[in-house]
């Protein structure tokens, strides 16, 4: 991270912290039905009844974006454990430095452009 000064750290370090309270802001609201009641409440119903009624279909649903969610979370807490360790912003596979511009975008970068591009579309993460 010899290429990131200690200003953009901090401004990487507070982007992660905002995209940590709105992911845990979302996930919370996903867990919410649209009358405030918990979705929880729905599984439980789906448990009991055991039928494939349409509201299985909306907590699959919601599961699945709880889980892109979650996924997202853990990516920004392993980012922002890894800021003051000298491998933060190094690309994950060729080992070149990820530009803070990139890093500006995506916080939880771990590989650079170029290798970022040279993933097989069905298999692109950042
Ligand atoms: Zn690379």
Redesign the pocket.
């Known amino acids: 991270m010899k290429h990131l000064t200690p200003q953009q750290l901090t401004q990487l370090e507070a982007a992660l912290s905002k995209r940590h309270s709105e992911l845990v802001n979302d996930i919370n609201s996903e867990l919410m039905n649209s009358d405030g009641s918990p979705v929880a409440e729905n599984i439980l119903e789906f448990i009991e009844q055991n039928d494939n009624s349409i509201e299985h279909l909306v907590t699959q649903i919601t599961l699945e974006e709880i889980r892109k969610y979650v996924s997202e979370l853990r990516a920004v807490e392993r980012a922002k454990a890894r800021i003051h360790d000298t491998s933060f912003g190094l690309?994950?596979?060729?080992?070149?430095e990820?530009t803070f511009e990139r890093l500006n975008d995506t916080p939880t970068a771990i590989?650079?452009?170029?290798?970022?591009h040279s993933l097989s579309p069905t298999n692109k993460t950042v």
Do not use: E, G, T
Not at 91 to 96: I, K, L, T, V, Y
């Open positions: 690309c994950n596979d060729c080992s070149q990820i590989r650079c452009a170029s290798c970022l």
